[in-house]
DNA sequence: TGGGCGAAGATTGTATAAAGTTTCGCCTGT
DNA sequence: ACAGGCGAAACTTTATACAATCTTCGCCCA
């Protein structure tokens, strides 16, 4: 009868403090409350959540292996600041794994998933209608997240996981126009196309609606260091 | 010859205590010599590497990310286990990838670069000959990893990395026959493949290669528990 | 006045010790 | 004889202390 202790596959971030502690310094990240390049000194984190520096290490680590925070030795963990080189990588990751996962999700789809996506939506939409940009953000990548869970393939989701975090610094650093709101509307054709159990058009909507992103971005090749000195002096 | 030469954006894997670790586990893990279940104690592995339960926990922890060890709570880590339904998934990725990286590869493909995969392809060879099981079954890993380095995408790099020593769990449980002599030739077409520049078929040979890999193991859908049972009462 | 040298301060890397949990053996009671 | 529970040992988890390294700021000298 030892039938009770693997109910999940991976349960990683349930009820842990280091959990916690790594999903608070995810959110301020893809919330864009953390810049890129910030220094994410161990007891400063440790203080604000009280915990020891043993346990705000881990999560470091962890984030780290994400690809949203770089370690460098003897100096301490910053918030990551993609290259163009990086960003490029990343969505044409994305180009290529979402739309094998939206195949997944049309296979997947139920009542009440649907209900979970348009649920979603309605919360985008309410976020875009009050100017809330952190949260735009951050309910804009959970959406992809959302339908990586629906495909059911724990790896691609976890795959996703990783871009889609890095997305969000991309998008912050790299974005041209302040105007996240095109991407609402796509959404809702994904949504509608999972609904109609269309894989095509699923697949060529997820596809344009990632090329969209993409092409509001300027990736410009020059080293990120001019980037940075550039922002410095502007602000 | 590719010990310490690595100046890049990200080394993670070079002089450190934690990665001299993590690779010796990993090495033992992917040749089979550590099996899946059995227990990674802290102070057994600290006392191997000389090295403190810290180290030994972070190197651990790394491992638990990248898929091939799994850690449960107050308990400790243990090598994984991949169900039959992990093994699907596994498959699935590196079809999906692979072929694109082969295609990267294609672009990137050099004197030097075929120089060092027919070397490796001799490697392989000599291992396959002299009957080493532990090396063939390292070196077939390393030859996909050698055409994701190639490719130049540190992304497909890293998510590949992940799908190859997950694959190396999966063979040794569900492998049917103990012949993985099929593999080298797969490889030789490869690389000839790429250093035609054909891309088309490259994909194809990859592909092809990756499903008869898949299709000589037997995933039946039953839980891995039985299997578990099975294994210590045949014992 | 500008640059280089050096010590103090701060921060990370590592080890060790304290605390909590699980596991397994043993003992008792029926 | 066997089921159930108590308790000690082993291990993981967390915290703390120590060592190593980097940064910074002040001082001295050209």
């Keep these: 009868m030892a039938a009770k ?16 502690i790594r999903e608070g310094v995810t959110a301020a990240i893809l919330e864009h409350r953390l810049l890129p ?28 292996h994400e690809g949203i925070v770089n370690i460098e030795k003897n100096r301490g963990a ?4 993609p290259t163009p080189a990086d960003a490029r990588e990343v969505f044409e990751a994305r180009r290529l794994i979402e739309p094998t996962i939206v195949d997944h999700a049309v296979d997947a789809v139920s009542p009440a998933w649907i209900n979970r996506l348009q649920q979603h939506l309605a919360e985008e939409r309410e976020a875009e209608l009050r100017g809330d ?18 495909s059911g393939h724990s790896i691609y989701l976890g795959f996703l996981k990783e871009l889609i975090a890095r997305s969000s610094l991309i998008i912050l650093l790299y974005r ?10 796509h959404h809702a054709e994904i949504v509608t196309a999972i609904r109609k159990r269309d894989k095509q ?18 990736l410009k090749d020059p080293a990120a260091d001019e980037l940075r000195l550039a922002d410095v002096l502007g602000a």
């Design 176 to 185: 041209r126009h302040d105007t996240p709101a095109c991407g609402t509307d």
């Design 133 to 150: 940009a952190r949260a735009s953000v951050r309910l804009s990548g959970e959406f992809h997240r959302l339908i990586a869970e629906m």
């Design 37 to 64: 390049g910030t220094k994410l000194g161990e007891d400063e984190i440790g203080e604000i959540y009280g915990a020891s520096r043993t346990l705000v290490r881990t999560a470091l680590q962890q984030l780290a």
């Design 78 to 81: 910053f918030v990551a600041r």
């Design 5 to 20: 202790s693997r109910p999940k596959s991976d349960a990683p971030d349930v009820s842990d403090r280091v959990s916690r």
């Design 201 to 218: 058009a699923a697949r060529a909507q997820m596809l344009s609606h990632l090329n969209e992103i993409e092409a509001e971005l300027f």
